[in-house]
């Protein structure tokens, strides 16, 4: 057996979740933690999450060689590795994720099941715990004063830029954090009471239902 053969054999598929269309915020947020070419609102995106970690080099080489693909992030754990690409044209970025499974002998429905660790809501935000929140997640935008406050917390982590994605897609919400690295992924947004429910059931049903693509 090749040494690939051997690491393929060892690899775990933990997350792999289509986005047809990043949302503005997304985006944006994306694009400054990005280490690679960051994505802009419209385009397509996969993010993948495999274990042990350093075989994502591997998945980020198959994925890159298959199409016109712009690699956005890689990360580099030891337990985990995650990448995510992403293109204008939806179909490139579906054929490198189809691709890539071909070359892991692996489907869809060999991904980790996404489940929810926490979610809470959070009405009328006091100054106080704003101010705090603020100056810790310097990334996103800022949550103010008397605004409700969504969380919610994922395992597997990338699923959690699904929710977001779509959370996004279903109201008029403010991203303040998105964090898809680790062992969970967490999501903080905030707005207006009843857009903040809206979206939360949105991003709840996201995890729920994940795309399949």
């Given at each position: 057996m090749?040494?690939?053969?051997?690491?393929?054999?060892?690899m775990k598929?933990?997350?792999y979740?289509?986005i047809?269309?990043?949302?503005?915020?997304?985006?944006e947020?994306m694009?400054?933690?990005?280490q690679?070419?960051?994505?802009?609102?419209g385009d397509a995106?996969?993010?993948?999450?495999v274990s042990?970690g350093m075989a994502?080099?591997?998945?980020?080489d198959?994925a890159?060689k298959a199409?016109?693909?712009h690699l956005?992030?890689?990360?580099?754990?030891?337990?985990?590795?995650?990448m995510v690409i992403?293109?204008?044209?939806?179909?490139?970025v579906?054929?490198a994720?189809?691709?890539?499974l071909?070359r892991?002998?692996?489907?869809?429905d060999?991904?980790s099941k996404?489940?929810?660790?926490?979610t809470?809501?959070?009405?009328?935000?006091s100054?106080e715990?704003?101010?705090?929140i603020?100056r810790?997640?310097?990334?996103?935008?800022m949550?103010l004063?008397?605004?409700s406050?969504?969380?919610?917390?994922t395992?597997?982590?990338?699923y959690?830029?699904?929710?977001?994605?779509?959370?996004?897609k279903?109201?008029?919400?403010?991203?303040i954090?998105?964090r898809?690295?680790?062992?969970y992924g967490?999501?903080l947004l905030s707005?207006r009471?009843?857009d903040?429910?809206e979206a939360?059931?949105?991003?709840?049903?996201a995890?729920?239902?994940?795309s399949?693509t």
């Open positions: 090749s040494i690939y053969s051997s690491a393929q054999a060892r598929l933990r997350t979740v289509f047809d269309s990043l949302q503005p915020q997304l985006a947020y694009a400054t933690v990005s690679g070419f960051p994505p802009v609102p995106c996969l993010w993948v999450e042990p994502i080099h591997r998945v980020t198959i890159l199409t016109q693909v956005t992030q890689k990360i580099v754990e030891r337990e985990y590795g995650s992403h293109h204008r044209d939806q179909s490139d579906i054929s994720g189809q691709t890539l071909g892991m002998n692996a489907q869809v060999d991904r996404p489940t929810i660790a926490w809470e809501i959070i009405r009328g935000m100054p715990h704003c101010v705090l603020n810790q997640n310097r990334m996103g935008s949550i004063p008397e605004q406050m969504f969380i919610l917390e395992e597997p982590a990338g959690i830029v699904y929710a977001a994605n779509q959370a996004e279903a109201a008029n919400i403010t991203l954090d998105v898809a690295v680790g062992a967490r999501l707005g009471e009843a903040v429910d939360a059931a949105a991003a709840i049903a995890v729920e239902n994940p399949r």
